[in-house]
């Protein structure tokens, strides 16, 4: 929970510390907060209403700059179907000392952001353990800093548990990993036989068959597949 505190109020404070402005500011004003399980994200939430804003206020060096009244939106399952696209409309809203209503300060969320939460603004993330598949991590980090080229580059800070032996284990091969994270992608589980299966890749398979029987194994040979492939059924 320390360790917690600390990391999620240093990352709040440090926009106003680093005296950033403009777009910079913008990009690294909303937190996304991606956690593994509603339970974390619960705990999260509790600590956001008391010790985070009481951690932000000690490490802050002007009593003038302290990140206060923190702007909390969730996003999980909990949250309404009709809601949700508010939220997306509200992460959407810019940072600027002119809005009355200041922009999401904080944004818990599951694995729903994973896909289709497209929002070019944000660029900060603090990951709440590692994930258990590369693939949900591949996909939950890459919400952030998706604007390159009008925005900074996005920040992924990983916050791992010295009690969880995963945590420990990739923290130990964090360089390593990361240099070769593709490479730890898991295979997608297909079931044998099954309708939607054969309809995306069936078709593919009898390709293959079909250039190997009939010898158009070279790149090249792909223009005369047709022919070839007409004349043989024909005969």
């Not at 109020?9 to 937190?31: F, I, K, M, N």
């Not at 696209?85 to 969320?109: F, R």
């Not at 490479?183 to 044998?192: D, G, I, L, Q, Y």
Request: glycine share 2%.
């Amino acid at each position: 929970v320390t360790s917690n505190v600390r990391t999620t109020a240093a990352l709040l404070q440090a926009p106003v510390e680093c005296e950033l402005t403009g777009v910079p500011l913008d990009s690294y004003w909303t937190l996304v907060f991606y956690h593994n399980s509603l339970k974390e994200l619960g705990k999260t939430l509790n600590l956001l209403s008391d010790d985070i804003p009481d951690r932000i206020k000690a490490i802050s060096t002007y009593d003038d700059e302290i990140r206060e009244n923190l702007s909390v939106r969730e996003l999980t399952s909990n949250v309404n179907a009709r809601d949700i696209n508010t939220v997306l409309d509200d992460l959407n809203a810019e940072h600027t000392t002119d809005n009355d209503v200041p922009a999401i300060s904080v944004l818990p969320c599951s694995n729903m952001i994973q896909v289709g939460i497209d929002v070019p603004r944000l660029s900060l993330m603090l990951v709440n353990g590692q994930p258990k598949t590369t693939s949900e991590y591949i996909q939950a980090t890459s919400r952030v800093g998706r604007d390159v080229r009008n925005r900074p580059p996005g920040l992924v800070v990983t916050l791992f548990s010295a009690s969880k032996p995963r945590d420990r284990s990739h923290y130990e091969s964090f360089k390593s990993y990361h240099q070769t994270i593709y490479s730890a992608v898991e295979p997608t589980s297909v079931t044998p036989w099954a309708m939607p299966a054969r309809e995306r890749a069936l078709h593919s398979a009898l390709v293959i068959v079909v250039r190997h029987l009939l010898g158009l194994r070279e790149n090249e040979d792909a223009k005369n597949f047709s022919n070839i492939v007409l004349a043989f059924f024909k005969y």
